[in-house]
Protein backbone atom coordinates (compact mmCIF):
# COMPACT_ATOMS: atom_id res chain seq x y z
CA UNK A 1 0.00 0.00 0.00
CA UNK A 2 1.31 3.46 -0.95
CA UNK A 3 1.68 6.19 1.68
CA UNK A 4 -1.52 8.21 1.86
CA UNK A 5 -1.60 11.74 0.20
CA UNK A 6 -3.57 15.14 1.72
CA UNK A 7 -5.83 17.66 1.02
CA UNK A 8 -3.42 21.08 0.99
CA UNK A 9 -3.07 23.16 3.85
CA UNK A 10 -6.30 25.62 4.43
CA UNK A 11 -8.35 23.61 1.34
CA UNK A 12 -11.23 21.62 2.42
CA UNK A 13 -12.88 18.81 0.66
CA UNK A 14 -16.55 19.08 0.51
CA UNK A 15 -18.27 15.85 1.30
CA UNK A 16 -21.52 14.11 1.47
CA UNK A 17 -21.33 14.37 5.30
CA UNK A 18 -19.90 16.63 8.00
CA UNK A 19 -16.01 16.41 8.74
CA UNK A 20 -14.71 17.00 12.16
CA UNK A 21 -12.76 20.27 11.60
CA UNK A 22 -14.95 21.20 8.34
CA UNK A 23 -18.63 20.72 8.66
CA UNK A 24 -20.08 21.53 5.66
CA UNK A 25 -22.04 19.37 3.34
CA UNK A 26 -21.57 19.55 -0.52
CA UNK A 27 -26.22 19.23 0.21
CA UNK A 28 -25.83 22.29 1.80
CA UNK A 29 -23.40 24.46 -0.67
CA UNK A 30 -25.53 22.41 -3.87
CA UNK A 31 -28.91 24.24 -1.75
CA UNK A 32 -27.48 27.54 -1.37
CA UNK A 33 -26.05 27.37 -5.53
CA UNK A 34 -29.73 26.79 -6.77
CA UNK A 35 -31.18 29.94 -4.17
CA UNK A 36 -28.34 31.67 -5.38
CA UNK A 37 -29.42 31.18 -8.98
CA UNK A 38 -32.61 32.44 -8.48
CA UNK A 39 -31.83 35.50 -6.54
CA UNK A 40 -29.48 37.01 -9.20
CA UNK A 41 -32.28 35.78 -11.82
CA UNK A 42 -34.83 37.67 -9.81
CA UNK A 43 -32.58 40.86 -10.29
CA UNK A 44 -31.46 40.31 -13.54
CA UNK A 45 -28.16 40.25 -12.92
CA UNK A 46 -26.00 37.22 -15.57
CA UNK A 47 -23.67 34.74 -14.80
CA UNK A 48 -20.15 35.15 -15.86
CA UNK A 49 -17.35 32.55 -15.81
CA UNK A 50 -13.86 33.52 -15.88
CA UNK A 51 -10.65 30.85 -15.29
CA UNK A 52 -9.53 30.46 -12.15
CA UNK A 53 -5.76 31.40 -13.72
CA UNK A 54 -5.19 34.82 -14.81
CA UNK A 55 -1.63 36.76 -15.19
CA UNK A 56 -0.25 38.07 -12.11
CA UNK A 57 -0.09 41.88 -13.73
CA UNK A 58 -3.80 41.54 -13.59
CA UNK A 59 -3.85 41.71 -9.64
CA UNK A 60 -1.22 43.77 -9.34
CA UNK A 61 -2.77 46.44 -11.27
CA UNK A 62 -6.33 45.99 -9.72
CA UNK A 63 -6.18 44.99 -6.17
CA UNK A 64 -2.61 46.77 -5.95
CA UNK A 65 1.24 45.63 -5.26
CA UNK A 66 1.10 46.98 -1.57
CA UNK A 67 -1.86 44.74 -0.49
CA UNK A 68 -1.32 42.03 1.88
CA UNK A 69 -3.49 39.99 -1.04
CA UNK A 70 -1.14 40.87 -4.03
CA UNK A 71 1.98 41.28 -1.52
CA UNK A 72 1.95 38.29 0.43
CA UNK A 73 -0.97 35.44 -0.03
CA UNK A 74 -1.27 35.06 -4.02
CA UNK A 75 -0.04 31.41 -5.65
CA UNK A 76 2.42 32.87 -8.14
CA UNK A 77 4.29 30.73 -10.49
CA UNK A 78 5.96 30.68 -14.04
CA UNK A 79 4.41 29.13 -16.96
CA UNK A 80 7.20 26.80 -17.88
CA UNK A 81 6.82 27.69 -21.65
CA UNK A 82 6.86 31.24 -22.25
CA UNK A 83 7.91 32.70 -18.39
CA UNK A 84 4.99 34.73 -18.31
CA UNK A 85 3.95 35.03 -14.61
CA UNK A 86 0.89 33.45 -13.65
CA UNK A 87 -1.65 33.49 -10.76
CA UNK A 88 -4.49 31.85 -9.00
CA UNK A 89 -7.02 34.55 -8.47
CA UNK A 90 -6.94 36.19 -5.07
CA UNK A 91 -10.39 37.28 -5.75
CA UNK A 92 -12.86 37.78 -8.59
CA UNK A 93 -13.70 41.38 -9.44
CA UNK A 94 -10.52 41.68 -11.50
CA UNK A 95 -11.45 39.07 -13.72
CA UNK A 96 -14.41 39.88 -14.32
CA UNK A 97 -13.20 43.21 -14.97
CA UNK A 98 -10.38 42.18 -17.41
CA UNK A 99 -13.33 39.72 -19.54
CA UNK A 100 -15.87 42.97 -19.84
CA UNK A 101 -12.77 44.59 -21.28
CA UNK A 102 -11.05 41.91 -23.68
CA UNK A 103 -14.92 41.33 -24.93
CA UNK A 104 -16.19 44.83 -25.23
CA UNK A 105 -19.06 43.83 -23.47
CA UNK A 106 -19.60 47.34 -22.24
CA UNK A 107 -19.64 49.21 -25.74
CA UNK A 108 -23.16 51.19 -25.60
CA UNK A 109 -24.32 48.43 -22.77
CA UNK A 110 -23.97 48.59 -19.16
CA UNK A 111 -23.68 44.98 -17.35
CA UNK A 112 -25.42 43.38 -14.37
CA UNK A 113 -22.76 39.98 -14.07
CA UNK A 114 -22.47 37.87 -11.30
CA UNK A 115 -19.89 34.91 -10.24
CA UNK A 116 -19.27 32.40 -8.30
CA UNK A 117 -16.51 30.16 -7.60
CA UNK A 118 -12.93 29.40 -5.69
CA UNK A 119 -10.35 32.03 -4.84
CA UNK A 120 -6.72 31.89 -3.27
CA UNK A 121 -5.15 33.47 -0.95
CA UNK A 122 -2.42 32.07 1.33
CA UNK A 123 -3.24 33.02 4.31
CA UNK A 124 -3.39 31.51 7.90
CA UNK A 125 -6.37 28.98 8.17
CA UNK A 126 -8.67 28.84 10.92
CA UNK A 127 -12.39 29.03 11.58
CA UNK A 128 -13.71 30.67 8.49
CA UNK A 129 -10.41 31.47 6.72
CA UNK A 130 -8.72 29.25 4.28
CA UNK A 131 -6.59 29.17 1.68
CA UNK A 132 -8.90 28.01 -0.83
CA UNK A 133 -12.31 30.00 -0.15
CA UNK A 134 -14.93 30.24 -2.60
CA UNK A 135 -17.16 33.83 -3.26
CA UNK A 136 -20.27 34.88 -4.82
CA UNK A 137 -19.77 38.19 -6.76
CA UNK A 138 -22.19 40.70 -7.62
CA UNK A 139 -20.73 43.65 -10.05
CA UNK A 140 -22.97 46.44 -11.64
CA UNK A 141 -20.94 48.45 -14.84
CA UNK A 142 -22.17 51.69 -15.95
CA UNK A 143 -24.17 53.05 -13.39
CA UNK A 144 -23.20 56.38 -11.39
CA UNK A 145 -25.19 55.30 -8.56
CA UNK A 146 -26.54 56.32 -5.64
CA UNK A 147 -29.74 53.92 -7.04
CA UNK A 148 -27.70 50.71 -8.04
CA UNK A 149 -25.08 51.30 -5.16
CA UNK A 150 -28.90 50.88 -2.99
CA UNK A 151 -29.94 48.05 -5.12
CA UNK A 152 -26.99 45.99 -4.54
CA UNK A 153 -26.98 46.38 -0.91
CA UNK A 154 -30.96 45.76 -0.99
CA UNK A 155 -30.10 42.86 -3.04
CA UNK A 156 -27.33 41.53 -0.39
CA UNK A 157 -29.65 41.98 2.37
CA UNK A 158 -32.44 40.14 0.43
CA UNK A 159 -30.05 37.36 -0.27
CA UNK A 160 -30.19 36.89 4.05
CA UNK A 161 -33.94 36.90 4.42
CA UNK A 162 -33.86 33.82 1.70
CA UNK A 163 -31.18 32.08 3.56
CA UNK A 164 -33.05 33.24 7.34
CA UNK A 165 -29.85 34.82 8.63
CA UNK A 166 -30.83 38.44 8.62
CA UNK A 167 -30.82 38.88 11.98
CA UNK A 168 -27.57 37.69 12.97
CA UNK A 169 -25.99 40.55 9.84
CA UNK A 170 -25.26 44.02 10.62
CA UNK A 171 -24.86 46.19 7.63
CA UNK A 172 -21.54 49.19 8.06
CA UNK A 173 -21.48 51.77 5.34
CA UNK A 174 -19.22 54.42 4.69
CA UNK A 175 -17.98 56.85 2.08
CA UNK A 176 -14.47 57.07 0.77
CA UNK A 177 -14.96 59.94 -1.51
CA UNK A 178 -13.14 60.69 -4.80
CA UNK A 179 -8.89 60.77 -5.59
CA UNK A 180 -8.31 63.88 -4.35
CA UNK A 181 -10.17 63.90 -1.00
CA UNK A 182 -8.41 61.05 -0.57
CA UNK A 183 -5.31 62.28 -1.08
CA UNK A 184 -5.79 64.93 0.97
CA UNK A 185 -7.26 63.00 3.74
CA UNK A 186 -4.09 61.06 3.21
CA UNK A 187 -1.91 63.61 4.04
CA UNK A 188 -3.64 64.44 7.30
CA UNK A 189 -3.83 61.02 8.32
CA UNK A 190 0.24 60.22 7.59
CA UNK A 191 1.17 63.78 10.07
CA UNK A 192 -0.94 62.15 13.02
CA UNK A 193 0.70 58.83 12.30
CA UNK A 194 3.44 60.39 12.62
CA UNK A 195 2.55 61.92 15.74
CA UNK A 196 2.12 58.26 17.22
CA UNK A 197 4.52 56.56 15.74
CA UNK A 198 5.74 55.15 19.19
CA UNK A 199 3.24 53.46 20.07
CA UNK A 200 2.47 51.89 16.29
CA UNK A 201 2.97 48.52 16.28
CA UNK A 202 5.02 46.55 13.05
CA UNK A 203 1.69 46.25 10.74
CA UNK A 204 0.70 49.81 11.11
CA UNK A 205 4.05 51.21 10.84
CA UNK A 206 4.77 49.45 7.40
CA UNK A 207 1.08 50.72 6.40
CA UNK A 208 1.90 54.28 7.42
CA UNK A 209 3.05 55.36 4.17
CA UNK A 210 2.31 52.66 1.82
CA UNK A 211 -1.44 52.87 3.06
CA UNK A 212 -2.13 54.34 5.61
CA UNK A 213 -6.05 53.95 5.08
CA UNK A 214 -5.53 50.04 6.15
CA UNK A 215 -4.14 51.67 9.72
CA UNK A 216 -7.76 52.57 10.77
CA UNK A 217 -8.56 49.09 9.99
CA UNK A 218 -6.28 47.62 12.65
CA UNK A 219 -7.94 44.99 15.06
CA UNK A 220 -4.99 45.46 17.67
CA UNK A 221 -6.69 46.41 20.76
CA UNK A 222 -4.02 48.81 22.17
CA UNK A 223 -4.79 51.38 19.02
CA UNK A 224 -8.02 51.56 19.07
CA UNK A 225 -8.18 55.00 21.16
CA UNK A 226 -5.77 56.11 18.52
CA UNK A 227 -7.48 55.09 15.13
CA UNK A 228 -10.73 56.62 16.73
CA UNK A 229 -9.74 60.19 16.87
CA UNK A 230 -7.40 60.02 13.93
CA UNK A 231 -8.50 62.56 11.16
CA UNK A 232 -11.71 60.65 9.07
CA UNK A 233 -12.01 60.66 5.66
CA UNK A 234 -15.86 61.72 5.38
CA UNK A 235 -15.03 65.02 6.94
CA UNK A 236 -12.63 65.34 3.81
CA UNK A 237 -15.29 64.98 1.26
CA UNK A 238 -16.92 67.77 -1.20
CA UNK A 239 -20.37 68.65 -2.23
CA UNK A 240 -20.37 65.86 -4.75
CA UNK A 241 -19.19 63.00 -2.61
CA UNK A 242 -21.36 63.92 0.50
CA UNK A 243 -24.51 64.39 -1.97
CA UNK A 244 -23.77 60.81 -3.45
CA UNK A 245 -23.76 59.78 0.29
CA UNK A 246 -26.71 60.97 1.35
CA UNK A 247 -29.15 59.53 -1.33
CA UNK A 248 -27.57 56.39 -0.98
CA UNK A 249 -28.93 56.95 2.44
CA UNK A 250 -32.35 58.11 1.97
CA UNK A 251 -32.53 55.28 -0.26
CA UNK A 252 -31.46 52.68 2.53
CA UNK A 253 -34.38 54.82 4.55
CA UNK A 254 -36.65 54.01 2.31
CA UNK A 255 -36.30 50.37 1.63
CA UNK A 256 -36.42 49.86 5.35
CA UNK A 257 -32.53 48.39 5.52
CA UNK A 258 -30.88 49.33 9.18
CA UNK A 259 -27.12 50.36 8.33
CA UNK A 260 -24.42 52.11 11.26
CA UNK A 261 -22.21 53.89 9.77
CA UNK A 262 -18.78 53.37 10.51
CA UNK A 263 -16.25 56.07 9.27
CA UNK A 264 -13.66 53.25 9.58
CA UNK A 265 -14.27 51.22 7.40
CA UNK A 266 -12.32 51.13 4.41
CA UNK A 267 -11.99 47.78 2.47
CA UNK A 268 -8.28 45.68 2.44
CA UNK A 269 -8.10 46.21 -1.13
CA UNK A 270 -6.65 49.32 -3.18
CA UNK A 271 -9.68 50.20 -5.57
CA UNK A 272 -12.68 51.33 -3.88
CA UNK A 273 -14.48 55.20 -3.58
CA UNK A 274 -16.63 56.76 -2.43
CA UNK A 275 -19.51 54.21 -1.20
CA UNK A 276 -18.40 51.44 0.67
CA UNK A 277 -20.03 48.35 2.67
CA UNK A 278 -19.42 45.49 4.88
CA UNK A 279 -22.04 42.78 6.41
CA UNK A 280 -20.97 41.73 9.85
CA UNK A 281 -22.00 39.20 12.12
CA UNK A 282 -20.79 38.19 15.79
CA UNK A 283 -21.47 34.69 15.43
CA UNK A 284 -17.99 33.32 14.03
CA UNK A 285 -15.75 34.78 16.11
CA UNK A 286 -12.89 37.02 14.41
CA UNK A 287 -14.10 36.14 10.71
CA UNK A 288 -16.64 38.49 11.37
CA UNK A 289 -16.94 40.21 8.11
CA UNK A 290 -19.31 37.82 5.34
CA UNK A 291 -19.85 40.05 2.50
CA UNK A 292 -17.76 43.41 1.63
CA UNK A 293 -17.74 45.89 -1.51
CA UNK A 294 -18.21 49.07 -2.59
CA UNK A 295 -17.60 50.88 -5.49
CA UNK A 296 -14.51 51.42 -7.84
CA UNK A 297 -15.32 53.81 -10.74
CA UNK A 298 -11.13 54.08 -11.64
CA UNK A 299 -11.00 50.64 -12.18
CA UNK A 300 -12.05 49.62 -15.80
CA UNK A 301 -10.01 52.64 -17.39
CA UNK A 302 -7.22 50.93 -14.91
CA UNK A 303 -7.48 48.06 -16.75
CA UNK A 304 -7.34 49.75 -20.25
CA UNK A 305 -11.12 50.06 -20.68
CA UNK A 306 -13.14 53.08 -21.02
CA UNK A 307 -13.57 55.12 -17.93
CA UNK A 308 -16.60 53.19 -16.35
CA UNK A 309 -18.37 53.89 -13.09
CA UNK A 310 -18.89 50.57 -11.24
CA UNK A 311 -20.07 49.33 -7.86
CA UNK A 312 -19.64 45.40 -6.94
CA UNK A 313 -19.21 42.87 -3.66
CA UNK A 314 -18.40 39.82 -2.48
CA UNK A 315 -19.70 37.53 -0.28
CA UNK A 316 -17.56 34.38 1.38
CA UNK A 317 -19.64 31.51 0.61
CA UNK A 318 -17.71 29.24 3.72
CA UNK A 319 -18.80 31.90 6.35
CA UNK A 320 -22.26 32.20 5.48
CA UNK A 321 -22.71 28.80 5.04
CA UNK A 322 -21.11 28.51 8.81
CA UNK A 323 -23.77 30.90 9.70
CA UNK A 324 -26.78 29.53 7.59
CA UNK A 325 -26.10 26.27 9.22
CA UNK A 326 -25.92 27.00 12.55
CA UNK A 327 -28.94 29.69 12.42
CA UNK A 328 -30.61 29.67 8.97
CA UNK A 329 -33.06 27.82 7.35
CA UNK A 330 -31.92 26.01 4.09
CA UNK A 331 -33.60 23.11 2.92
CA UNK A 332 -31.72 20.64 1.81
CA UNK A 333 -32.50 18.18 -0.53
CA UNK A 334 -30.11 14.87 -0.87
CA UNK A 335 -32.32 12.67 0.43
CA UNK A 336 -34.76 10.09 -2.08
CA UNK A 337 -38.52 9.78 -2.26
CA UNK A 338 -38.21 6.02 -2.54
CA UNK A 339 -35.75 3.34 -1.78
CA UNK A 340 -36.37 0.55 -4.37
CA UNK A 341 -35.88 -2.68 -2.59
CA UNK A 342 -35.36 -6.03 -4.88
CA UNK A 343 -34.56 -9.87 -3.87
CA UNK A 344 -34.63 -12.91 -6.05
CA UNK A 345 -33.48 -13.70 -9.56
CA UNK A 346 -34.39 -11.85 -12.07
CA UNK A 347 -35.21 -8.91 -9.91
CA UNK A 348 -33.03 -6.53 -10.37
CA UNK A 349 -34.13 -5.28 -13.95
CA UNK A 350 -37.86 -5.05 -12.81
CA UNK A 351 -36.81 -3.13 -10.19
CA UNK A 352 -34.82 -0.48 -12.34
CA UNK A 353 -37.57 -0.76 -14.97
CA UNK A 354 -40.40 0.54 -12.42
CA UNK A 355 -37.65 3.20 -10.95
CA UNK A 356 -37.13 4.24 -14.77
CA UNK A 357 -41.12 4.87 -14.74
CA UNK A 358 -41.29 7.10 -11.45
CA UNK A 359 -37.97 9.04 -12.33
CA UNK A 360 -39.52 10.10 -15.63
CA UNK A 361 -42.60 11.64 -13.38
CA UNK A 362 -40.02 13.55 -11.25
CA UNK A 363 -39.47 11.21 -8.13
CA UNK A 364 -35.99 10.72 -6.61
CA UNK A 365 -35.46 7.69 -6.03
CA UNK A 366 -32.50 4.68 -4.64
CA UNK A 367 -32.30 1.56 -5.97
CA UNK A 368 -30.81 -1.07 -4.08
CA UNK A 369 -27.21 -2.53 -5.46
CA UNK A 370 -26.39 -6.03 -5.32
CA UNK A 371 -27.67 -9.00 -3.65
CA UNK A 372 -28.92 -8.60 0.19
CA UNK A 373 -31.66 -9.88 2.76
CA UNK A 374 -34.64 -8.22 2.55
CA UNK A 375 -34.43 -7.51 6.17
CA UNK A 376 -30.84 -5.94 5.41
CA UNK A 377 -32.28 -3.97 2.27
CA UNK A 378 -35.50 -2.87 4.29
CA UNK A 379 -32.86 -1.60 7.58
CA UNK A 380 -30.44 0.40 4.45
CA UNK A 381 -34.24 2.08 3.27
CA UNK A 382 -34.99 3.31 6.89
CA UNK A 383 -31.30 4.85 7.14
CA UNK A 384 -31.83 6.53 3.69
CA UNK A 385 -34.29 8.97 5.21
CA UNK A 386 -36.58 7.54 2.11
CA UNK A 387 -40.39 7.59 3.14
CA UNK A 388 -41.09 5.30 0.86
CA UNK A 389 -39.66 1.60 -0.12
CA UNK A 390 -40.69 0.40 -2.96
CA UNK A 391 -40.20 -3.73 -2.93
CA UNK A 392 -39.69 -6.14 -5.99
CA UNK A 393 -39.76 -10.17 -4.91
CA UNK A 394 -40.35 -12.96 -6.49
CA UNK A 395 -44.24 -12.76 -6.42
CA UNK A 396 -44.27 -9.27 -7.46
CA UNK A 397 -42.49 -9.99 -10.15
CA UNK A 398 -44.66 -12.98 -11.56
CA UNK A 399 -47.88 -11.03 -10.96
CA UNK A 400 -47.22 -7.61 -11.94
CA UNK A 401 -47.45 -5.63 -8.89
CA UNK A 402 -44.94 -4.29 -5.99
CA UNK A 403 -45.14 -3.39 -2.68
CA UNK A 404 -45.18 0.02 -0.74
CA UNK A 405 -44.12 0.02 2.22
CA UNK A 406 -44.75 3.41 4.00
CA UNK A 407 -41.32 3.89 6.32
CA UNK A 408 -43.01 6.73 8.79
CA UNK A 409 -46.27 4.87 9.21
CA UNK A 410 -45.46 1.23 8.39
CA UNK A 411 -48.66 0.77 6.33
CA UNK A 412 -47.75 -1.57 3.69
CA UNK A 413 -50.08 -2.87 0.07
CA UNK A 414 -49.62 -4.81 -2.94
CA UNK A 415 -50.78 -2.80 -5.68
CA UNK A 416 -50.96 -3.14 -9.85
CA UNK A 417 -48.09 -1.78 -11.47
CA UNK A 418 -49.97 0.97 -13.16
CA UNK A 419 -51.51 2.22 -9.13
CA UNK A 420 -48.10 2.91 -7.50
CA UNK A 421 -47.46 6.21 -8.60
CA UNK A 422 -51.01 7.09 -7.68
CA UNK A 423 -50.41 5.60 -4.03
CA UNK A 424 -47.26 6.84 -3.55
CA UNK A 425 -48.70 10.17 -4.55
CA UNK A 426 -51.10 10.05 -1.90
CA UNK A 427 -48.90 8.51 0.89
CA UNK A 428 -46.60 11.92 0.09
CA UNK A 429 -49.48 14.26 0.30
CA UNK A 430 -50.77 12.65 3.22
P1 LIG B 1 -11.02 39.68 5.93
O1 LIG B 1 -11.06 41.04 6.54
O2 LIG B 1 -11.86 38.70 6.67
O3 LIG B 1 -9.64 39.20 5.65
P2 LIG B 1 -11.20 40.67 3.24
O4 LIG B 1 -11.42 42.10 3.45
O5 LIG B 1 -9.83 40.20 2.91
O6 LIG B 1 -11.75 39.82 4.49
P3 LIG B 1 -12.58 40.55 0.69
O7 LIG B 1 -11.37 40.50 -0.13
O8 LIG B 1 -13.40 41.77 0.69
O9 LIG B 1 -12.25 40.10 2.19
O10 LIG B 1 -13.52 39.31 0.32
C1 LIG B 1 -14.94 39.31 0.55
C2 LIG B 1 -15.34 38.20 1.48
O11 LIG B 1 -14.70 36.99 1.18
C3 LIG B 1 -14.96 38.43 2.94
O12 LIG B 1 -15.88 39.29 3.55
C4 LIG B 1 -15.03 37.03 3.49
O13 LIG B 1 -16.36 36.66 3.79
C5 LIG B 1 -14.52 36.21 2.36
N1 LIG B 1 -13.12 35.85 2.55
C6 LIG B 1 -12.02 36.62 2.32
N2 LIG B 1 -10.89 35.94 2.59
C7 LIG B 1 -11.28 34.70 2.99
C8 LIG B 1 -10.58 33.51 3.38
N3 LIG B 1 -9.25 33.44 3.40
N4 LIG B 1 -11.31 32.42 3.72
C9 LIG B 1 -12.66 32.46 3.71
N5 LIG B 1 -13.37 33.52 3.33
C10 LIG B 1 -12.70 34.64 2.97
MG1 LIG C 1 -8.31 39.41 4.13
Known amino acids: MGQKIQAVKGMNDLLPVAQKDFKLTAALWQAFEDIVASWTRSYGYNQIRTPIVEQTGLFIRSIGEETDVVGKEMYTFAD ?3 KLSLSLR ?3 TASC ?3 VVEHNLLYNNPQKLW ?3 PMFRRENPQKGRYRQFHQVGVE ?5 GPDVDAELIAMSADLWNRLGIRQYLTLEINSLGNQDERAAHRTALINYLQQHEDILDEDCKRRMHTNPL ?3 DTKNPALQTMANAAPRLIDFLGEESIAHYQSLKKLLNGLGIDYVENPRLVRGLDYYNLTVFEWTTDKLGAQATVCGGGRYNGLI ?6 ATPSIGFALGIERLLLLVQEFGQLTVNNVPDIYVIHWGAGTNLTAMQHAAVLRAAGLNLY ?3 GDQSLKAQLRKADASGATIALIIGQEEQINNTVTLKNLRTHEQQNVSADTVLKLIQDWKNA
Open 80 to 82: SND
Open 90 to 92: PEG
Open 97 to 99: LRA
Open 115 to 117: YMG
Open 140 to 144: ALGFE
Open 214 to 216: RVL
Open 301 to 306: EELGGK
Open 367 to 369: VHC
